[in-house]
């Protein structure tokens, strides 16, 4: 029988990682779906003992999100609205029953183009934090996820911290997803924003779209085009040229391509005109 | 196998245990198969359904994806640990659970909720379960339980003579509440063997095995093919056509199909990578016949023909003309078909979910080989059926082991198997053209509509039969004309689905009466009611009805529509892009065979001391004639339901009441409950010599009657019993009166109808072409009301059904072979219902009672569509209306 792994300190799940090759199991919400069996296969290694991938709490240079962290624990977390969209997506992640054992690190590391927690963390500028029995690194969550089902993870290497740099904490937030049921249900297209507001103007939009390509992407051409604008009919500047064409949606049972761009390109409008709906109620 | 396994200390329900298993297994499997907890369902394996949510220190979560390793230290609870709560009595009060296969999951989200939320508002009730699915409720009942859990008890049982037409909690529901109902997985005697199908990859595929004698010695397990089975390999529903093999010969025509068995120790089989069986695939020929004696694929035709439609439709004012194409649908039972068989002598006992008992024992005799009487089927409680459960799934696989090896056998697929190897709705492509008269009467009407019946026969014949005959819908069609075929390919088998493709067709017809009420100029509803049917005018099959209750359905809708019309009109004057629509369909449904006999049979007895039996043979699948039939029969004797004891189904022990299906219980096996209720009081009366309007009354083994002469005592215990045990017994068999249908379907195939009306009112977003039902008006003529509470029940899970049909379901096979893939509505996604009940009683019918289960589905999904095209112009012709197609539809009708 393959072992079952559950250290209590990163040092000993390093040290397993590095001997051999080992499936890592946090919330196993998509590990269990993906086998019949009526045990996880393979050796097995369980990092939701070790506590120091716990926590959500403030660095010397932003707020980290430890790899252990549930879908709950993100939604009962004290955070600024800058993350007021990854709370809204935690809690369209499956049902109540996968947010209180799937992970944000889990969700990020299985690399669905559907993952929900994605287009928020683009928005966030997030750095996921890399550790294995050779050291420490950082890399963007951009280039983390390279597609479908892959990443930049090295051998013998885990997530073991998701960090958003300070700059990227301000601002209102706000996430859509659109699907062909209310609940339980995996979107055909997301949109997250974050709007970095001075006044009544756009200071920096950070906006990502989800379910709409290999992998979640920020729209930059449209950030650009954002920076600056009155918060008055911000929807109404978003086009497809800024939208449609810098995502490359496929056609499966859920929708089909081209429905998907011309979805993502309203969702953004929507995302963004609430946002500055609430932003000028709240001014 | 016994293996070091890490011991993992827990506490469930409050009590420490340690158990010896694998730190890596599910916790569903944990709590089930080594605890014995088997009111944790499983229903998915994934976290799709949500059956299992078991607490972790007061947290609901999967138990199929928690693995024993995290919950070490915790405490678990399940619903065994529930205890009798408020909550569960409310949710019999509500009449909450229907098959009860979802009823743990859903108590255990709510008991979180609750605990952190003790009066919660319905839209956190509904975001509390919506990681729950159900299939049979349409959640509004489970919704109510949850936000009226105040302590109390309910209403009690009725009094003497006062069962029919009460809310009686439903009298099974006790176990189902409580967790300890016993469905097909939920058996495992000592010592069984394990069984697992090695299936078709693909279809149509030619298959030869290697050396399976070295592979089962290697593993130490049996191995089982066709060249196994001692009788005939071929069953199937409608034995004129049985085709299907219970394991495949040298060829497999659809995905999924099992072509071996291994069996042996639990752990073996569990731990065996059945990619290693030794089999050799080779790609079929699909231009080739699906089977040799079909020409064209061709199962069947059907066809129902009155009057000259071609002439009546060259002579209407107003015509309408459309193509309608429908896709597979899956049942979507919670419940993965399960069971075990094993030897008791020479008699093969079969305890697993189904519908239908006695075809079962008769199919399942003809593959083994057996006499029918050395088959006993003890169904276990089905976790939805909804027609799927009709036809044979594990049972010949389990009996084959059983009896061959002489020990217990266990099967139990898993969701994607059952999903990938039983039947669906069958796939539909459809036109006709309808016309009218100047004044929008109903001229012609002609119909054609083939049907994908897939693989196999199963359902196929009974489809193209009822297809033509319902085609024309509620409505006086003086010349008509309907042609269906069933064919064959090499997809999955399409079978009975609730309505046997009476719905498919009935959303051509009904979005159709919306295109001809516009082009006459007469209001949607009008146009409706002045075709309705009514009593004493020939059906399309030249049967003249009487009871016709399609008038009265409508009629109750017109107050409803008008304020859904002003509600519709108000919402879109304010602009946006939500745009507001209402739509309304009927339905009319033939209950029980087709013009073919269908009889039930009831027993009833009491007992030297006392005891008053029903021997119940329909099976309740959550539907309820467990409770209904009671009622029915309670009355009928005269003794209160508190005295009444149900014994079955078992064929053992009860006559047949043939199948559930083609919402025939409460009528056919309700009538002969009727009459043996009479039966049982007739001999009563005439031993006492009491009168007709005689009270009676059963103290232990006394059973006294009186009337205005006085009282009489019968002292049962100086009875002699007779063979089953009665010293008062009776028993009746009722059979519909029909008359077949000749050439050109013309005939009297049913002896009654059941009648309704739908009003659907919907938000469409018309820049993203979502879809929001949000008020459903339900009108449905029962004939009698039995039991409302349960009849609300169907009338709101059908509507349920009917929604996901139109709007989400869609099942692809190799592609949608699991529950986050294969959609159905959520809690979410239900509108607010409101039920109407209607009482024409029928002639024949038992208290002039009719059907209700299929056709609550019916005019669902035509009256969405219709919503949506009275809100946006758009014409769905292709199901389900996902938002990427009502876009295009928009698009084409605004070009």
């Known amino acids: 029988m393959a072992a079952y792994h559950r250290p209590e300190t990163l040092e000993a799940a390093l040290d397993l990682l590095a001997a051999a090759p080992v499936t890592i199991a946090a919330g196993c919400t998509d590990l269990f779906a993906a086998t019949p069996a009526r045990a996880l296969p393979g050796e097995v290694l369980d990092i939701t003992g070790i506590a120091e991938l716990r926590g959500i709490g403030r660095t010397d240079t932003g707020l980290r999100i430890g790899a252990a962290m549930t879908w709950s624990d993100v939604v009962r977390a004290d955070l600024p609205p800058a993350f007021d969209m990854l709370k809204q997506a935690a809690r369209e992640v499956g049902s109540v029953q996968i947010q209180n054992a799937g992970t944000m690190a889990g969700n990020i590391c299985n690399a669905s183009p559907a993952a929900d927690g994605m287009p928020c963390l683009l928005a966030l500028d997030a750095e996921v934090e890399l550790a294995s029995s050779a050291g420490r690194r950082r890399m963007p969550l951009a280039d983390f996820v390279t597609g479908p089902r892959k990443t930049a993870l090295g051998k013998g290497e885990m997530v073991i911290a ?87 949606p496929i056609d499966d049972i859920r929708a089909d391509g081209g429905y998907r761009a011309q979805a993502a390109t309203e969702l953004v409008r929507r995302v963004l005109d609430s946002l500055a709906g609430g932003c000028e109620a709240a001014a | 196998m016994n293996r070091g396994f890490d011991s993992f200390a827990l506490s469930v329900n409050g009590d420490p245990v340690r158990v010896p298993a694998e730190p890596g297994r599910r916790l569903s499997e944990v709590l089930r198969e080594r605890l014995g907890l088997f009111g944790t369902k499983v229903g998915c394996d994934a976290g799709d359904c949500g059956a299992c949510t078991v607490l972790v220190d007061g947290a609901p979560v999967c138990a199929c994806l928690t693995p024993l390793a995290q919950v070490a230290g915790r405490a678990v609870t399940t619903v065994e640990g529930l205890d009798d709560s408020p909550l569960q009595r409310a949710f019999l009060r509500r009449g909450a659970a229907q098959c009860g296969i979802c009823t743990p999951g859903m108590l255990m989200a709510a008991t979180a909720l609750l605990r952190d939320t003790p009066a919660p508002d319905r839209e956190q009730v509904e975001a509390a379960l919506g990681g729950v699915l159900c299939r049979c409720t349409g959640y509004a009942k489970i919704v109510e339980a949850v936000l009226d859990t105040a302590p109390g008890a309910g209403p009690g049982l009725p009094d003497a003579g006062a069962a029919v037409g009460a809310r009686v909690e439903r009298l099974d529901g006790g176990p189902k509440v409580a967790g300890s109902e016993v469905y097909g997985a939920d058996a495992c005697p000592e010592g069984l063997l394990l069984v697992r199908a090695v299936r078709a990859p693909y279809a149509p595929v030619l298959f030869s095995f290697g050396d399976i004698h070295a592979f ?178 594990v049972q010949p696989l389990i009996g084959l082991v059983a009896l061959k090896t002489g020990r217990p056998a266990r099967m139990i697929l898993s969701r994607a198997e059952s999903m990938m190897s039983t039947t669906k709705r069958h796939p539909a492509r459809m036109s006709a053209r309808i016309g009218a008269d100047a004044d929008g009467r109903i001229a012609g009407f002609v119909f054609d509509g083939e049907f994908n019946t897939g693989a196999y026969a199963s359902w196929g014949p009974t489809v193209a039969g009822r297809v033509p005959v319902h085609a024309s819908g509620p409505y006086h069609t003086p010349a008509y004309l309907a042609r269906s075929r069933a064919y064959h390919s090499y997809e999955p088998v399409s079978g009975a689905f609730r309505g046997f493709g009476v719905p498919q067709a009935a959303i051509l017809q009904e979005t159709l009466y919306d295109e001809l009420a516009d082009k006459a100029g007469i209001d949607r509803l009008e146009f409706r009611r002045l075709n309705a049917l009514r009593d004493g005018q020939a059906t399309v099959c030249g049967q003249v009805l009487q009871g016709v209750g399609i008038s009265a359905c409508l009629d109750a809708l017109q107050g409803p529509w008008r304020a859904a019309l002003e509600r519709a009109e108000a919402r879109n004057a304010r602009g946006g892009c939500i745009r ?119 103290d232990g083994g006394v059973l006294s009657a009186t009337d205005g002469r006085g009282s009489r005592r019968i002292t049962l215990s100086e009875m002699p019993a007779d063979a089953n045990g009665y010293v008062l017994a009776a028993e009746e068999t009722y059979d519909p009166p029909t008359v077949p249908l000749d050439e050109n379907g013309q005939g009297a195939p049913y002896a009654v109808y059941g009648f309704g009306a739908q009003m659907a009112e919907v938000a469409v977003d018309c820049t993203l072409g979502t879809v929001r039902v949000t008020r459903i008006t339900a009108a449905h003529d029962l004939g009698r009301v039995i039991n409302p509470l349960l009849a609300e029940g169907q009338v709101e899970g059908g509507i349920a059904q009917g929604l996901g049909m139109a709007l989400m379901e869609e099942y692809v096979p190799g592609r949608t072979e699991n529950l986050h893939d294969y959609l159905i509505p959520t809690t979410g996604d239900m509108p607010e219902i409101e039920t109407i009940f209607v009482e024409v009683p029928d002639p024949e019918g038992p208290l002039g009672a009719k059907g209700l289960g299929e056709h609550v589905l019916i005019p669902t999904a035509p009256a969405i569509l219709n919503a949506i095209r009275h809100a946006t112009g758009a014409r769905i012709t292709r199901l389900p209306a996902l938002p990427h197609r009502v876009l295009a539809a928009m698009a084409e009708a605004w070009k």
């Open chain 1, 162 to 248: 998701v960090h958003v740099p300070d700059a990227a904490t301000r601002g209102q937030s706000r996430f859509e997803k659109l699907g062909a049921r209310k609940y339980l249900v995996i979107s055909i297209a997301m949109v997250a924003a974050r709007l970095e507001l001075d006044g009544e103007t756009v200071e920096r939009a950070s906006i990502a779209v989800g379910s709409c390509g290999p992998v979640a992407v920020r729209l930059g051409a449209l950030e650009v085009a954002l920076t600056g604008a009155p918060l008055a009919g911000l929807g109404a500047r978003v086009t497809p040229e800024l939208v449609a064409r810098h995502l490359s």
């Open chain 2, 216 to 393: 089962a010695a290697h593993h130490g397990v049996e191995v089982f093919t066709a060249a196994d089975i001692p009788g005939v390999n071929a069953f199937g529903t409608i034995p004129a056509f049985a085709d299907q093999p219970a394991l495949a010969e040298r060829h497999a025509r659809m995905r999924g199909e099992a072509v071996a068995l291994v069996a042996g120790d639990p752990a073996v089989i569990e731990a065996l990578d059945l990619e290693t069986f030794p089999v050799t695939w080779q790609t079929g020929d699909d231009a080739a016949l699906v089977h040799d004696t079909r020409p064209d694929n061709t199962l069947i035709t059907g066809l129902v023909r009155r009057g000259d439609a071609e002439a009546a439709l060259a002579g209407a004012v107003h015509v309408a003309a459309a193509g309608m194409e429908t896709p597979y649908v899956e049942h979507a039972y919670i419940e993965p078909e399960a069971g075990i068989a094993w030897m008791e002598g020479d008699t093969l006992v079969i305890q697993a979910c189904t519908q239908a008992p006695v075809m079962d024992r008769d199919d399942i005799a003809r593959v083994l080989g057996l006499a029918p009487e050395k088959v006993r089927i003890v169904p276990s409680a089905a976790g939805g059926g909804f027609g799927s459960k009709l036809d044979l799934s």
């Open chain 2, 580 to 698: 507001h629509g209402v739509g309304v369909a009927s339905c009319w449904y033939g209950c029980g065979n087709t013009g073919l006999p269908n009889p039930s049979t009831v027993r009833a007895g009491i007992t030297a001391d006392g005891a008053l039996r029903l021997h119940q043979g329909a099976t309740d699948i959550g539907q309820g004639s467990n409770t209904v039939i009671s009622q029915i029969f309670a009355d009928a004797v005269g003794l209160p339901l508190s005295h009444l004891r149900l014994i079955g189904p078992d064929t053992a022990l009860t006559p047949d009441c043939g199948k559930t299906s083609a919402s025939r219980q409460t009528y056919v096996t309700g009538k002969a409950a009727l009459l043996a209720g009479q039966a049982l009081r007739a001999r009563i009366l005439m031993l006492t010599n009491t009168g007709e309007d005689a009270r009676l009354s059963l």
